[in-house]
């Protein structure tokens, strides 16, 4: 049954997303772009983005319980970003900010609306992608794991927004589960028969990963946009029993999780350290696998997080200190649920072992990635590319004057961060003045002291932009929830 959708968008950014995507209409490929004024071969750009992955969760972020030896080998290569953003603290709203360049006062899809029998609310057909960018200069798309914005055959499926090939999961509900009687590819169901009627032969997170490394090596010739949102470590926890069995017994006490919409686990921290082991040996294995086609030099590869970590189905991110030193976890708005752990390596232009606390966030990555790819970055969208930071060009990096989030879950929630003040407001479902939380991020990482009292400066400069950061949506209102 095909579901209609009703789109009441504002006016403004029904013209800009229209005036911006005209996939019809592209500019000629073409083999190089312009870096730091020199024309050079289009790098390929592998986007690795792990689900619920905390900030805290991997060894370069501080984990001490359990080690993330692939992943930590490229923050030593590349450049680790310690100040950077989710689109907000849930799924499909942090990526659809990722994949248009808006926050989420601004995007299409600003919550986690579920649509039956299978999928998620869906970005209109006007909307503006990355991969929509890359294409207009020649790239080959691909994406393998987890969708969410747009149920199978509707505008918002994956191979309507710009993407030549998708493997994985549409629904990000469906992806709950590790071991699926279906997946998607392209506009085709992929039944997983030994996985009907409970079996568990077929984990997914593995046969997707096939997928990946092949879209590599049939496309080395080309330049590539590669997006690996990967379903690891959410929700469920499920990896290959052989695994969980390497860890068990080495982080009592476990409490088993008895199951419910989630899987019985009874040994929870032990497949979680399982999880996390498969998540790094797969990233490991994309960048050998670049290696190995001879186009690691010319390859840019990003792995970060979509937000905080969780704690459903047995998940235990106080036991793992999984935000570190930051306060929250997935659905907060505090630092714990959007600040997330960040990456990039590029050989010969990102410096090896850098960082920088630079402040970014999802909405940045389009007009970097049209940076990198010489395409247009288009206009009146909230992300600033930050090339000139991955290049060490640190005196022409234009920062943000603010970066602002909301989540329409949990009684409605904000927040804004401005220079070292962040600014949160709970429960304004009920109370749109609800208290404002004001935190010194410099002098108070984990917000533990509210200073809004001492602060009435600010605190007007805050409200101010609340007030004026995001545009009315219909669908996602604080009036109408």
């Given at each position: 049954?095909?579901?209609?959708?009703?789109?009441?968008?504002?006016?403004?950014?029904?013209?800009?997303?229209?005036?911006?995507?005209?996939?019809?209409?592209?500019?000629?490929?073409?083999?190089?772009?312009?870096?730091?004024?020199?024309?050079?071969?289009?790098?390929?750009?592998?986007?690795?983005?792990?689900?619920?992955?905390?900030?805290?969760?991997?060894?370069?972020?501080?984990?001490?319980?359990?080690?993330?030896?692939?992943?930590?080998?490229?923050?030593?290569?590349?450049?680790?970003?310690?100040?950077?953003?989710?689109?907000?603290?849930?799924?499909?709203?942090?990526?659809?900010?990722?994949?248009?360049?808006?926050?989420?006062g601004?995007?299409?899809?600003?919550?986690?609306?579920?649509?039956?029998?299978?999928?998620?609310?869906?970005?209109?057909?006007?909307?503006?992608?990355?991969?929509?960018?890359?294409?207009?200069?020649?790239?080959?798309?691909?994406?393998?794991?987890?969708?969410?914005?747009?149920?199978?055959?509707?505008e918002?499926?994956?191979?309507?927004?710009?993407?030549?090939?998708?493997?994985?999961?549409?629904?990000?509900?469906?992806?709950h589960?590790?071991?699926?009687?279906?997946?998607?590819?392209?506009?085709?169901?992929?039944?997983?028969?030994?996985?009907?009627?409970?079996?568990?032969?077929?984990?997914?997170?593995?046969?997707?990963?096939?997928?990946?490394?092949?879209?590599?090596?049939?496309?080395?010739?080309?330049?590539?946009?590669?997006?690996?949102?990967?379903?690891?470590?959410?929700?469920?926890?499920?990896?290959p029993?052989?695994?969980?069995?390497?860890?068990?017994?080495?982080?009592?006490p476990?409490?088993?999780?008895?199951?419910?919409?989630?899987?019985?686990?009874?040994?929870?921290?032990?497949?979680?350290?399982?999880?996390?082991?498969?998540?790094?040996?797969?990233?490991?294995?994309?960048?050998?696998?670049?290696?190995?086609?001879?186009?690691?030099?010319?390859t840019?590869?990003?792995?970060?997080?979509?937000?905080g970590?969780?704690?459903?189905?047995?998940?235990?991110?106080?036991?793992?200190?999984?935000?570190?030193?930051?306060?929250?976890?997935?659905?907060?708005?505090?630092?714990?649920?959007?600040?997330?752990?960040?990456?990039?390596?590029?050989?010969?232009?990102?410096?090896?072992?850098?960082?920088?606390?630079?402040?970014?966030?999802?909405?940045?990555?389009?007009?970097?990635?049209?940076?990198?790819?010489?395409?247009?970055?288009?206009?009146?969208?909230?992300?600033?590319?930050?090339?000139?930071?991955?290049?060490?060009?640190?005196?022409?990096?234009?920062?943000?004057?603010?970066?602002?989030?909301?989540?329409?879950?949990?009684?409605?929630?904000?927040?804004?961060?401005?220079?070292?003040?962040?600014?949160?407001?709970?429960?304004?479902?009920?109370?749109?003045?609800?208290?404002?939380?004001?935190?010194?991020?410099k002098?108070?990482?984990?917000?533990?002291?509210?200073?809004?009292?001492s602060?009435?400066?600010?605190v007007?400069?805050?409200?101010?932009?609340?007030?004026?950061?995001?545009?009315?949506?219909?669908?996602?209102?604080?009036?109408?929830?």
């Amino acid at each position: 049954m095909k579901i209609k959708t009703i789109y009441l968008l504002p006016i403004l950014f029904a013209i800009v997303f229209v005036a911006c995507k005209n996939p019809k209409k592209t500019s000629e490929n073409t083999a190089t772009s312009r870096i730091e004024g020199k024309d050079v071969k289009q790098p390929n750009i592998i986007y690795i983005i792990a689900d619920d992955l905390g900030y805290g969760d991997l060894g370069c972020f501080g984990q001490k319980k359990f080690s993330t030896s692939n992943i930590d080998k490229l923050a030593s290569e590349g450049m680790v970003f310690t100040q950077h953003y989710a689109g907000t603290s849930v799924c499909a709203p942090s990526r659809c900010s990722l994949m248009t360049g808006f926050n989420t006062g601004h995007t299409v899809v600003r919550g986690n609306k579920e649509l039956e029998p299978e999928g998620q609310y869906p970005i209109p057909d006007s909307t503006y992608t990355v991969a929509e960018a890359l294409k207009k200069v020649g790239y080959v798309t691909g994406a393998f794991g987890k969708w969410g914005l747009g149920h199978p055959g509707s505008e918002g499926d994956p191979t309507q927004q710009g993407f030549d090939v998708f493997y994985g999961y549409n629904c990000q509900r469906q992806a709950h589960h590790y071991y699926p009687d279906h997946l998607w590819s392209n506009s085709d169901s992929i039944v997983l028969s030994g996985n009907e009627n409970g079996k568990r032969e077929i984990y997914a997170p593995s046969l997707i990963q096939e997928k990946t490394l092949q879209f590599i090596e049939k496309n080395k010739d080309n330049p590539f946009f590669l997006f690996v949102p990967s379903v690891i470590p959410h929700a469920e926890l499920a990896a290959p029993e052989d695994l969980i069995k390497e860890y068990s017994g080495k982080f009592p006490p476990e409490k088993p999780y008895k199951g419910g919409y989630y899987g019985a686990q009874a040994t929870p921290h032990a497949a979680f350290v399982a999880m996390i082991e498969l998540l790094d040996r797969q990233v490991g294995e994309i960048v050998q696998k670049v290696e190995d086609m001879g186009i690691s030099d010319n390859t840019i590869i990003i792995f970060t997080s979509d937000n905080g970590p969780h704690n459903e189905g047995g998940a235990d991110p106080e036991y793992f200190d999984s935000n570190g030193p930051l306060r929250g976890i997935k659905r907060d708005l505090y630092e714990g649920g959007i600040r997330i752990p960040m990456i990039a390596k590029w050989p010969g232009k990102i410096k090896s072992n850098s960082k920088t606390e630079l402040v970014s966030a999802f909405w940045d990555v389009l007009p970097t990635f049209s940076d990198i790819a010489g395409v247009d970055t288009p206009p009146n969208i909230d992300g600033i590319s930050f090339l000139p930071t991955m290049l060490g060009k640190k005196d022409k990096q234009v920062k943000h004057e603010y970066l602002y989030w909301e989540f329409h879950e949990m009684g409605g929630r904000k927040a804004i961060r401005m220079g070292d003040w962040k600014a949160v407001r709970n429960n304004v479902f009920k109370n749109p003045n609800a208290p404002m939380e004001l935190y010194d991020l410099k002098n108070d990482i984990g917000e533990n002291n509210d200073i809004a009292g001492s602060h009435p400066d600010i605190v007007k400069e805050m409200e101010d932009i609340f007030n004026t950061a995001r545009t009315p949506s219909e669908v996602f209102n604080f009036d109408k929830h």
